[in-house]
């Protein structure tokens, strides 16, 4: 994929926008106030877990080779190509459960009446019509963005350069002058 769902745990506030806006887009009212009425309810697919003083959002992360692919006996966890995302078809499921086993990330959910894997899609729908996933767009602190994965290398590199240039006037700033 050429667009991942990156988090700035340092930003997110455990407010969990994110979770209701995720849910929201995958109710079939799409408004708060219907669909909390709706049966089987909304259901998530990004979770916010503690981690020490830090909050972090997760969900699936749409692996290069995904394990639920390869393990999934019906074909139900597919991928139209190597650019879309992950996906779950519902009606093949049969709700074996050997992908939540085989999950690296622990992200992926039973669905009622235990079958249909849930797990997040990165709100498929709306960036065909060239939106962000739900998640992204509610996030107040842009803890969570969308972005290339050139983006992310870049940003890494930059962060690289910026530590190996303290750590060079650390050790410079703490010698002795000859």
Do not use: W, Y
């Amino acid at each position: 994929m050429t667009k991942v769902i990156m988090v700035d745990i340092e930003r997110c506030l455990a407010c969990k926008s994110c979770e209701i806006a995720c849910a929201l887009a995958h109710s079939q009212a799409k408004v708060l106030e219907d669909a909390i009425a709706e049966s089987p309810r909304p259901r998530k697919r990004v979770t916010i877990e503690a981690a020490g003083e830090f909050a972090v959002p997760i969900q699936c992360r749409h692996c290069e080779a995904p394990p639920c692919i390869e393990i999934c006996p019906t074909g139900a966890i597919q991928r139209q190509n190597e650019e879309s995302p992950v996906v779950v078809d519902k009606d093949l499921c049969i709700g074996c459960k050997l992908c939540i086993l085989i999950c690296p990330f622990g992200v992926l959910q039973i669905g009622p009446k235990g079958r249909a894997i849930i797990k997040c899609d990165m709100c498929i729908e709306r960036m065909e019509e060239g939106q962000q996933p739900a998640c992204v767009e509610a996030c107040p602190t842009k803890a969570l963005r969308l972005v290339s994965v050139q983006e992310v290398t870049k940003s890494k590199r930059r962060s690289a350069v910026k530590q190996l240039i303290k750590e060079v006037e650390k050790k410079e700033s703490g010698a002795p002058r000859a």
